[in-house]
């Protein structure tokens, strides 16, 4: 019986697999991975959106797609996918998509009234009061003059306010408050909120109720009770808690609390990771779309790092190739006008403007900011402002002035700095590699990514199925 349940599931699992074969046929295989219609569509469909500038034909975007299977296999066949970083890399990318599904709108709500139950504990059987006040503060170590000065204040105030003066527009003249600005008003506040001496008064208020006096570790205040009320039911709170809760992180919190509970009742058999593993995995198989946005994360992360390591910062980092690719390529970095190597500058005494020219004169030119930081601003004294790099005309008013001889342009003066000064040469063309780097490391870029992607070509097999490829978007 066992037997034939076994052999049951392995039929009902092969009708299925041919029904998805079918369903979605395989595009194109790649260094013998299988490539389904639908993961191409969701390539190719999500890079060429109408906003796309460079939009590609199905057609031309075979050979893309294809170049970008083959660096993935590099990377895997590098065993890139199994360094540490790669793993910790993948996993937050992974976990910002899964996360989120641990928590529901009913846990959320459970939240909600988690915090509104504790509120309302606080807040206690008296409620809320709303109160504005008058302060006339006294200082902690305040003198028996000063004391009694303050006591005389507030009993005016009192007298003034028991003869009909209008409390916010008097707490706005005399109050040390800082809410004298709004009348007074404090709010609504519960207990356990204010000193113990202002809350006892307050609350022994009766709405529109005016206090006497009462001192306070703050001075004297006079208290007026505005109303008092219960904590509103929890519909009536709700859209605030929960804007609370979400600006305050709540969603992360409960997630990180149930995959500790999940993971501490396995008994040991997963931990958090793996749980989320799990849950990217069920995802993945139920939602094709999330199959391929995890699967573009992890191919993703792995395309940089190849590429970083054959392409982009090898180019980058080589000194030795830049500056033979250079050598090769020098028609490719021809100027149409001169650029001006060197610097502009600014110095306190006529003497420096020499000095300067002889510090620098035997230096290699990226040695040049070093030499003159040590020789003129080495200490407390700023000897010398200046401006360095390679210069075209519009760049820099001095250079403008002074190099290219436009006589009309006039030069902002630096405040303590009187003299300007250039130094350095005019050149027609680029006499290294280093005076236009970035465009010789992009193009040594472009050459050793063209010869890497030749390689792969040679290194992997790959084909297309023609016939599946014109029913890319053409299909129910």
Known sequence: MKKHLIFAALLLSNLAAVAQTANDPILMTVAGVNVPRSEFEYSYNKNNTDGVIDKKSVEEYVDLFINYKLKVQAALDARIDTTTNFKKE?????????RPTFVTDDDMMAEAHKVYDQTKQHIGPDGLVQASHILISVPQKATKEQQDAAKV??????????????????????SNCPSKSRGGDLGWFSRNQMVKEFEDAAFALKPNELSKPVLTPFGWHVILMKGRKQLEPFEFHKEGIMRFLEQRGAREAVTERKLTEMAKNSNGALTKEMILEQRADSMAAADPEM???????????????????????????????????????????????????????????QEDVKAVADCVKKLKFDDWNEALRKTFNNDSIIRIRVEKGLFKKGDNKLIDREVFKQKDVKVDSVKGYPIDATYGKLLKKPEAYTDVRGLVTADLQDELEKQWVADLRKRYSFSVNQEVLKTVNKHE
């Open 90 to 98: 993948f996993a937050q990318y992974r976990d910002q998509q899964v």
């Open 153 to 174: 204040r507030i009993d005016s105030v009192y007298n003034a306010l028991k003869a009909g003066a209008d409390f916010a527009e008097l707490a706005k003249i005399v």
């Open 291 to 349: 199959r391929y946005l995890i699967k573009e994360y992890h191919d993703g992360l792995l395309l940089y790092e190849v590429s970083n390591q054959h392409v982009w910062e090898k180019a980058a980092k080589d000194d030795q190739a830049l500056a033979n690719y250079f050598k090769k390529n020098k028609k490719k970095y021809a100027w149409e006008e001169p650029r001006f190597k060197g610097m502009a500058y600014h110095v306190k005494k």
